[in-house]
């Protein structure tokens, strides 16, 4: 038992709501704790009033005192064996983990666990949810933003023939006819992106961009470029690109939740290369487009597998044979087109089965 006057630790002690901090000493008299500065008595309370905080590796340990009044030291072990003679436990939670390695790599091990069921299952099921909640606004001004950036960086007003634009238009309206919301739910844009190449994208507002790219490597072929725009649609009607920004905005949640402050850096990756994987699908949702695209079509009176030729061209274009493609969430271009025929083929024998 350390007598009556005994210094048990040194430090700093402040008054109650101040930063002004003096040097003192920690002292045992009696059955009180006493921070004393050059004789003087400064605050004092029975053990049991007195708040301390627990250990948390090296971090300094504040003792609280009635009055608010605070003595902060580094000297952990002295006021472990404080707390101890008066029957608490030594050190924190926390540390106690940080010491025992073991568990620490056990608890590590159940946090990555807890990070991977979040995002394959619940993740998900939160994504649909605020699907289903979005206010219609929503998609328009996410789809209003996008494009105003895109126009800013990556698009530019399209070289196409005026006439060629409203020919593709002509012949687009049908097929928007025959999807979720009509005619009037789909809004078709020509625009030159050339860094971009031949390609067609779908805005979470039913906005579609067809660049000019992707109309002269049809050379006349409309109803491959058709095919390539029903399938675009589909991702408009099933809210795809929506499903992929909350399906971001959840993943970056989700890391800064488990990591803390990941930085300014890692926060700019996670949010605004977040908006470039919103223009991708997954591999189901892009195998869904391709059988709806086959079903506008096929509704619209077009050639139902058209879209099979869009592939075949990137296949001798790109050299894309393999059965994955750059990115591994798509399948490849050969498996896509066998798919889309195949698929068009169960349409026509269910309509000519008696």
């Known amino acids: 038992m350390v007598s009556d006057g005994t210094v048990i630790a040194r430090g700093e002690w402040q008054p109650a709501h101040s930063s002004r901090?003096?040097?003192?000493?920690?002292?045992?008299?009696?059955?009180?704790?006493?921070?004393?500065?050059?004789?003087?008595?400064?605050?004092?309370?029975?053990?049991?009033?007195?708040?301390?905080?627990?250990?948390?590796?090296s971090i300094p340990r504040r003792l609280t005192f009635v009055d608010g009044s605070v003595f902060e030291t580094r000297d952990?072990?002295?006021?472990?064996?404080?707390?101890?003679?008066?029957?608490?436990?030594?050190?924190?939670?926390?540390?106690?983990?940080?010491?025992?390695?073991p568990r620490l790599i056990a608890f590590t091990f159940a946090v990555i666990l807890l990070a991977v069921g979040i995002y394959r299952y619940a993740l998900p099921i939160m994504v649909e949810i605020a699907v289903l909640v979005t206010p219609p606004v929503v998609p328009e001004m996410i789809g209003a933003s996008t494009l105003a950036s895109l126009e800013k960086t990556l698009l530019r007003p399209s070289e196409l023939p005026e006439a060629e634009q409203?020919?593709?238009?002509?012949?687009?309206?049908?097929?928007?006819?025959?999807?979720?919301?009509g005619e009037g739910a789909y809004k078709l844009l020509f625009r030159d992106a050339r860094l971009m190449g031949p390609n067609a994208f779908a805005l979470p507002d039913g906005t579609l961009v067809l660049t000019d790219d992707l109309v002269q490597l049809?050379?006349?072929?409309?109803?491959?470029?058709?095919?390539?725009?029903?399938?675009?649609?589909?991702?408009?009607?099933?809210?795809?690109?929506?499903?992929?920004?909350?399906?971001?905005?959840?993943?970056?949640?989700?890391?800064m939740l488990i990591a803390g402050d990941v930085g300014s850096g890692v926060e700019d990756i996670l949010s605004q290369g977040g908006a470039l994987v919103a223009l991708s699908h997954s591999r189901g949702a892009e195998?869904?487009?391709?059988?709806?695209?086959?079903?506008?079509?096929?509704?619209?009176?077009?050639?139902?597998?058209?879209?099979?030729?869009f592939f075949a061209i990137l296949e001798e274009k790109l050299g894309d044979r393999g059965e994955t493609s750059m990115l591994s969430t798509h399948p490849g271009t050969?498996?896509?087109q066998a798919y889309i025929r195949d698929y068009a083929q169960q349409l026509e024998g269910a309509v000519n089965d008696p």
Do not use: W
């Open 21 to 57: 901090a003096v040097a003192a000493d920690l002292q045992e008299k009696q059955d009180q704790l006493v921070a004393v500065s050059d004789g003087t008595t400064l605050a004092s309370g029975r053990r049991q009033e007195i708040d301390i905080t627990p250990r948390v590796g």
């Open 76 to 101: 952990n072990d002295a006021i472990d064996a404080l707390v101890s003679r008066h029957g608490g436990k030594r050190s924190g939670f926390v540390h106690r983990l940080e010491q025992f390695h």
């Open 166 to 181: 409203n020919a593709i238009r002509a012949e687009f309206a049908p097929l928007a006819k025959n999807a979720k919301g």
């Open 218 to 255: 049809a050379k006349g072929d409309r109803q491959m470029v058709l095919g390539v725009l029903g399938h675009e649609i589909a991702h408009a009607e099933g809210q795809h690109s929506l499903r992929q920004i909350y399906r971001v905005a959840g993943f970056a949640a989700l890391v």
């Open 287 to 309: 195998e869904e487009a391709d059988r709806r695209s086959v079903e506008l079509m096929k509704a619209a009176g077009y050639e139902p597998a058209a879209l099979a030729r």
């Open 334 to 336: 050969p498996a896509r």
